[in-house]
């Protein structure tokens, strides 16, 4: 995955025949901490929340202040904004978008088959993630996509991708990342380990998936 991220590709045969559930926990000696790049984390302390609903209101006579808020936070539903302080952001779906085959659509959380596998893919074939979520009661700051993989307990990708900073409404936003190559070979098929994760600035995470995957020689049979 080309970014800023670091790859590293490691040289063993994955078990592709072990049934391991898509929900399951991960190993943290598999998987590791949470801090996934041995990074010190450093607590950025902010001025008091207010309500999305309270910031909207506040200054409403100013006419500059009301173009300007309606310019920063676009055409928004009110029945979407709350009196809450924390907003509210549900991952609906990853889509695998790859050229000449249909769309796959995987609704979260994912559902394995009987390997154990919420999907595979071809080896040396180019593929784009997309995925659909909704923002409502209040602005998610600085949303970030992680996504980190593991091939026989060895970690082989980091990926982190910062999203953006999104305001409620009723449509779902959706986010494509650029197009990635999965590895090619007979070593770099098998089955791996991954852990998905949406987090704001704040801390806050809204999304914590684990699950399995299969790389493959060849494209599965459609069902």
């Given at each position: 995955?080309?970014?800023?991220?670091?790859?590293?590709?490691?040289?063993?045969?994955?078990?592709?025949?072990?049934?391991?559930?898509?929900?399951?926990d991960v190993n943290?000696?598999?998987?590791?901490?949470?801090?996934?790049?041995?990074?010190?984390?450093?607590?950025?302390?902010?001025?008091?929340?207010?309500?999305?609903?309270?910031?909207?209101?506040?200054?409403?006579?100013?006419?500059?202040l009301r173009k300007?808020?309606?310019?920063?936070?676009?055409?928004?539903?009110?029945?979407?904004?709350?009196?809450?302080?924390?907003?509210?952001?549900?991952?609906?779906?990853?889509?695998?978008?790859?050229?000449?085959?249909?769309?796959?659509?995987?609704?979260?959380?994912?559902?394995?088959?009987?390997?154990?596998?919420?999907?595979?893919?071809?080896?040396?074939?180019?593929?784009?993630?997309?995925?659909?979520?909704?923002?409502?009661?209040?602005?998610?700051?600085?949303?970030?996509?992680?996504?980190?993989?593991?091939?026989?307990?060895?970690?082989?990708?980091?990926?982190?991708?910062?999203?953006?900073?999104?305001?409620?409404?009723?449509?779902?936003?959706?986010?494509?990342?650029?197009?990635?190559?999965?590895?090619?070979?007979?070593?770099?098929?098998?089955?791996?380990?991954?852990?998905?994760?949406?987090?704001?600035?704040?801390?806050?995470?809204?999304?914590?998936?684990?699950?399995?995957?299969?790389?493959?020689?060849?494209?599965?049979?459609?069902?």
């Amino acid at each position: 995955m080309d970014r800023d991220e670091k790859k590293e590709n490691e040289g063993a045969m994955g078990d592709a025949d072990r049934k391991l559930s898509c929900t399951s926990d991960v190993n943290e000696e598999e998987h590791g901490s949470d801090n996934e790049d041995g990074e010190e984390k450093t607590a950025v302390v902010l001025g008091p929340q207010i309500a999305l609903k309270e910031q909207l209101e506040m200054d409403k006579d100013d006419e500059s202040l009301r173009k300007w808020k309606e310019q920063l936070l676009g055409n928004i539903d009110l029945t979407d904004v709350g009196e809450v302080l924390e907003p509210d952001v549900k991952i609906q779906d990853l889509t695998i978008l790859t050229p000449d085959r249909p769309d796959l659509v995987l609704p979260i959380p994912f559902v394995p088959d009987a390997k154990g596998f919420a999907f595979a893919l071809k080896d040396g074939s180019h593929y784009r993630l997309r995925f659909s979520f909704t923002v409502s009661d209040n602005i998610v700051s600085g949303l970030m996509y992680t996504n980190t993989v593991w091939k026989s307990g060895m970690r082989v990708e980091n990926t982190k991708v910062m999203l953006g900073t999104f305001s409620p409404q009723k449509d779902p936003y959706t986010y494509e990342l650029e197009e990635e190559t999965t590895p090619a070979g007979y070593f770099a098929r098998g089955s791996y380990s991954a852990r998905t994760k949406f987090v704001d600035d704040d801390g806050k995470c809204y999304l914590d998936l684990s699950y399995y995957f299969e790389i493959r020689k060849e494209w599965p049979t459609p069902a």
